[in-house]
């Protein structure tokens, strides 16, 4: 089969002047794509900030032969995504998919956590992604195309000690996620997400020895394949690190039903509403309420 390849396509890459975000804007323009390379240049922790990262890396791309823009607009506002988006209009005359990769870090104990803590992750990781997504949306929409790539985290799936507003954040997103992939069908908008777990400056004190074999760059061809013209799925999310790849679902158990229901009886079928065993994936609201018809109607 012929190799993936990207020639015509532009790419915005948030938070691309360094781990994740770089790895991905290497190899699509190894493979044609046009990129914007966003960065503010901060901190882990979103402090400061400098456009020598986004330039660094449009530098290397340049070696390689591609094409690429840098821009320092943060994500965090109305005004940073729109800036971000039209960087690329005015640059390469289009968008065709968003990678919303931009992230900080401000980890605390929940019981210790306080605003200045909880709004900036907010801000960059959730409200980033819809800042930098809704003009991008705009262009998609009129040219009946468009991949987005949201980057969520097992932090939010799955829960991890310290990280409630991190975890909520991403958790956030594959809600968002979810919602993209139903408004974009109909014009040929694919939106998923990746949870990858990859050593970057952002997760090397976490990961320890471990982080050796989570090299970034192994997360990278699952947003290559995601991010191309003939990946049809839509509306999912894949775990990635170290090589492996598996797709993270939110599943419904069969339950319990009683048209009287009381708490005695859920008290007394707890242990039937949790298990396991026949399972279903639904799609979205319109698969569930499904379910409940076909259980009700009894």
């Known amino acids: 089969m012929a190799d993936i390849g990207f020639d015509g396509k532009v790419a915005i890459i948030t938070g691309a002047g360094g781990g994740l975000g770089r790895c991905h804007a290497l190899e699509l323009a190894k493979r044609g794509c046009r990129i914007v390379v966003n960065d503010l240049g901060g901190s ?125 954040a991403k958790m956030g997103l594959w809600g968002f996620t979810k919602v993209l992939a139903q408004e974009g069908a109909k014009h040929n908008i694919k939106a998923n997400a990746i949870a990858p777990v990859a050593k970057t400056r952002m997760t090397e004190q976490l990961l320890g020895p471990l982080g050796d074999k989570l090299e970034p760059e192994l997360v990278t061809p699952v947003v290559v394949w995601l991010a191309h013209e003939d990946c049809d799925v839509t509306g999912e999310a894949y775990s990635i690190a170290g090589g492996q790849v598996s797709r993270f679902f939110v599943g419904r158990t069969p339950g319990y039903y009683k048209h009287d229901l009381t708490a005695e009886d859920v008290r007394d079928h707890f242990a039937e509403i949790r298990a396991e065993d026949g399972y279903s994936v639904p799609g979205g609201i319109n698969d569930e309420l499904r379910l409940l018809l076909d259980v009700l109607k009894d």
């Open 44 to 168: 882990v922790s979103g402090e400061g900030g400098s456009e020598g990262p986004a330039h660094d890396v449009v530098r290397e791309i340049e070696a390689l032969g591609g094409e690429a823009v840098a821009d320092a607009s943060s994500v965090a506002t109305p005004e940073g995504g729109e800036a971000i988006v039209q960087a690329a209009l005015d640059a390469f005359g289009t968008v065709d998919i968003v990678i919303n990769n931009a992230g900080i870090l401000r980890d605390k104990s929940f019981h210790n956590m306080t605003p200045d803590l909880l709004e900036p992750v907010l801000d960059v990781h959730l409200k980033g992604a819809f800042y930098v997504t809704q003009p991008a949306w705009k262009v998609m929409r009129e040219k009946n195309y468009g991949r987005v790539i949201n980057t969520a985290s097992n932090a939010g799936i799955l829960g991890n000690f310290g990280q409630a507003n991190y975890g909520a």
